[in-house]
């Protein structure tokens, strides 16, 4: 879509450097290299807008990635690297949000709207076949006495 | 001159669409033909105004007639022709005059080809669209004219944003907006029924060819507003969940719930409620687009510009017409009588089925998108929510709607049988596992959830014919046989079928991209291959060029396919002289539904380049998906019911009873 604005203002804070992920970043193990590249995406560019430190070629991108890539080296596993990096820069580094109370409705939302709404048609139709049946017993007796009429004219 | 015509043309529309939020509908409630008949040319007389005042802006721009701010701010005497034209609607003000121009004419259209709908329910539908047409116009004119002078003129713009000067910002914008305000008919059509009170299986016919025309430019808006971020971005994506893509979304969710609920409406005078309603939140979801976009509340970069004052007016506009509307609601909705019974296993439940996904899906896109906002105006902690999110989110709410979508169309109205439906879809089904089968035997770390994700996108796409190759009786019948019943099958069924069929092979696009691209990150040299998917890359030099309002270090690239095919890719790094910003011209090169995708980075001093190369295999499906999807709209939209099925006039009844008075 219009990202393209996106593009420009993190052009502007990137003159000078290359794209995202570069040569030199990259991990001799593949394994890690992966994991680096997995964490990447789930982690916030600080400086651009709702992009990925895997998408964005900003400085402060590079330098998030590198340092995911030493935790790495390091030892720690994915959570302790989120965990380090979460400590560092907040929860606002992450993409996607932590399951917390705070965040409770967020992650709610699919699951309560589909019950709502599964509950909502469903006491919706119990009343209308309720209503239904309710008309549809009830005729009066001109109604009754028209339909013989109408019926004994037919034939 | 013309400048100021132009903005005098746009205070005349304000005036005009101020008569037509009154007049009409104090006729109708009046029962006073001459006011109703007011509309009838009000609307066009809008229209006609307000596309004089947007000629009078392209003009402005077209001469490059820098004494106008909005010109000087986005234009330059070198920018190429085609973008002066476009750039008219590449910025803010100008968007927004686009924005009630589109909205003006499907006022006057409703006004013109609308004879055949019941005057009072005419007068009202244009009133309401006026209230929405003078409100936004108003909005122009307090807070975003794009009419004003500045003394003394400057000699030269200051040029339009680079990554904007793409054939994609002539077509994208202005199909987005159709969709977008293509909806607010419904809503205008909503508003009518509430306020007149009736409801009916008409209502619904009538509706229904306006949220399928809105809802194929919206379809097609948005694809490609993804290819164009695609290719122009250089970074191989083509969907971001970004605040504005999902306001984008959000409409185009409840769009096709309310395309599917119109139709047990039309059909079956059931879930009258619902369809109102659904009309109702997809327009407000279109103008909470237009908010969230125009305001900066939300820290979008799409924003063109960002005001507060434009966002206190927008967000007034939004409460009005959003409490409004659902205030008349509230109140008139209980006295609508509803009807048509059913069962759980039915045409009608499927649809409800439908609905309710789609609308989860709204909500779910809804909440990730203004909770950031919201936690940060509660208690001031920021939190990000992005593509992990929705993936984790959205992703599971398709697999249960999708799994539907070829059951849908085969089962009957009011009762319906599972087991018959499932029997036509055998093919279907053993293709998909047939498939699944072959990915799982030729691929050697395919995960799980793309094998699963092939299988139904292979369901939903061959599905979607079942009910063709049932109506058609094909093997029972001949093939001559099958193919007359084929021909004579009303449109709509092929509507829905290559509808569906579209959601198909976007998923498997989707899939194909996400579990099968493969990407090299890597520095080349001069004369340096690269093996990109079987395909030799070499990296040939880089070539300096010069075009009219950028600078360019081409990257040239010499290929070779699998089957010897030689050819040549030119990726370039450009820089814009006039606002000194550097984009990145990815090449792109399609083979079937697969692309060779060539992103540059910076040349360094020793000539060599860091480049990434992608192989997307399928990728094109992404987009080929809403194409059939905007076809299939559109053969619907050709149907003869759609026609046919609105009232005659008496003109035409008359003619009709003569003929038989004459047999």
């Not at chain 2, 979304?249 to 409620?273: C, D, Q």
């Not at chain 2, 169309?409 to 055998?426: C, E, T, V």
């Not at chain 2, 030799?536 to 009219?548: I, Y």
Request: net charge neutral; aromatic share 12%; charged share 15%.
């Amino acid at each position: 879509m219009l990202n393209l604005v996106a593009a420009a203002f993190f052009f502007l804070v990137s003159i000078g450097i290359a794209s995202a992920v570069e040569p030199d970043e990259v991990l001799d193990d593949p394994v890690l290299e992966e994991r680096a590249r997995q964490l990447s995406t789930e982690l916030r560019c600080l400086v651009c807008q709702n992009q990925s430190i895997d998408d964005s070629d900003a400085q402060l991108a590079k330098d998030l990635r590198v340092l995911v890539r030493e935790r790495l080296v390091a030892g720690d596993s994915d959570s302790q690297v989120i965990d380090y990096v979460v400590g560092r820069y907040g929860e606002f580094v992450l993409l996607k949000p932590r399951f917390s109370m705070r965040n409770l409705l967020l992650w709610a939302t699919p699951i309560i709207a589909l019950l709502l709404g599964a509950f909502a048609f469903l006491t919706m139709a119990r009343r209308r076949r309720a209503a239904m049946t309710a008309e549809s017993v009830s005729l009066t007796p001109e109604e009754n006495e028209r339909i013989t009429k109408i019926l004994d004219e037919r034939d | 001159m013309t400048v100021e015509l132009g903005h005098y043309c746009l205070v005349l529309a304000l005036v005009l669409s101020l008569c037509q939020s009154v007049v009409p509908i104090i006729g109708s409630q009046r029962n006073d033909m001459r006011l109703m008949a007011t509309a009838d040319w009000t609307a066009p007389a809008t229209f006609l105004f307000l596309a004089l005042s947007f000629a009078a802006l392209v003009k402005a721009n077209v001469t490059s007639d820098f004494s106008v701010q909005n010109v000087w701010a986005n234009s330059h005497t070198l920018k190429p022709l085609l973008y002066k034209y476009t750039g008219v609607w590449g910025n803010h003000e100008g968007s927004m005059l686009l924005w009630v121009l589109i909205l003006a004419m499907f006022a006057a259209s409703v006004a013109v080809f609308g004879k055949n709908l019941p005057p009072a329910l005419r007068a009202n539908v244009l009133a309401v669209q006026a209230w929405i047409l003078a409100s936004f116009v108003l909005f122009i004119l307090v807070t975003s004219n794009p009419f004003i002078r500045l003394d003394p003129a400057p000699f030269e713009g200051q040029d339009l944003n680079p990554v904007l000067q793409d054939i994609g910002l002539a077509i994208h914008p202005p199909l987005l907006y159709l969709g977008y305000v293509g909806f607010s008919i419904t809503f205008s059509f909503a508003m009518a029924a509430m306020i007149s009170g009736r409801i009916d299986a008409a209502w619904a016919r009538w509706v229904r060819p306006w949220a399928l025309a809105a809802w194929v430019f919206l379809t097609a808006g948005i694809a490609m507003g993804s290819y164009w971020a695609y290719y122009e971005l250089g970074w191989g994506g083509y969907w971001f969940w970004d605040p504005v893509e999902n306001a984008s979304f959000i409409p185009w969710l409840t769009g096709t719930a309310l395309l599917h609920s119109a139709l047990v409406m039309e059909k079956r005078e059931a879930l009258k409620v619902w369809t109102i309603l659904l009309a109702l939140i997809t327009f407000s979801m279109s103008l909470l687009g237009t908010f969230l976009v125009r305001s900066g509340v939300l820290t979008s970069v799409h924003a063109f510009a960002t005001d507060p004052e434009r966002g206190v007016f927008i967000l007034a506009i939004l409460i009005l017409f959003i409490g409004g509307s659902l205030f008349l609601f509230a109140i008139r909705a209980p006295l609508l009588r509803t009807g048509g019974l059913f069962t759980p296993i039915s045409r009608e439940g499927a649809l409800v089925f439908n609905n309710l996904f789609l609308t989860t899906a709204a909500a779910t896109v809804l909440v990730g998108t203004l909770y950031p906002l919201v936690i940060e105006a509660v208690n001031g902690a920021k939190i990000s929510v992005g593509e992990p999110f929705f993936n984790l989110t959205f992703g599971p709410l398709m697999i249960p709607l999708l799994l539907a979508v070829p059951i849908g169309p085969l089962l009957s109205w009011k009762r319906g049988d599972l087991m018959g439906a499932l029997q036509r879809l055998y093919f279907a089904a053993g293709s998909a596992l047939f498939v699944m089968i072959l990915v799982l035997a030729f691929t050697t770390d395919a995960p799980v959830l793309a094998v699963l994700g092939i299988g139904i996108s292979v369901w939903v796409t061959l599905g979607a014919f079942a009910e063709i190759i049932t109506r058609s009786g094909f093997p029972k019948k001949s093939l001559p046989v099958a193919f007359k019943r084929v021909a004579g099958l009303p449109r709509s069924i092929w509507g829905s079928a290559l509808g569906h069929a579209g959601m198909g092979l976007t998923l498997l696009g989707i899939v194909g991209v996400g579990a099968f691209q493969h990407e090299i990150i890597t520095s080349v040299t001069p004369g340096q291959k690269v093996d990109v998917a079987g395909y030799s890359v070499q990296f040939d030099r880089v070539l300096p060029r010069k075009g009219s309002n950028y600078i360019e270090d081409v990257v040239l690239f010499n290929v070779t396919a699998p089957n010897g095919n030689t050819f040549q890719m030119q990726p370039s790094k450009r820089v814009y002289t006039t606002r000194r910003m550097p984009t990145t011209e990815a090449a792109i090169e399609t083979f079937w539904f697969s692309q060779l995708y060539i992103s540059p980075g910076d040349v360094a001093l020793d000539g060599s380049v860091t480049v990434r190369f992608w192989w997307k295999p399928l990728v094109t499906l992404i987009w080929l998906g809403p194409l059939s999807m905007v076809f299939g709209g559109l053969i619907s939209l050709s149907d003869r019911r759609l026609r046919i099925g609105a009232p005659t006039t008496a003109k035409a009844r008359r003619k009709e009873v003569e003929v038989k008075a004459s047999a």
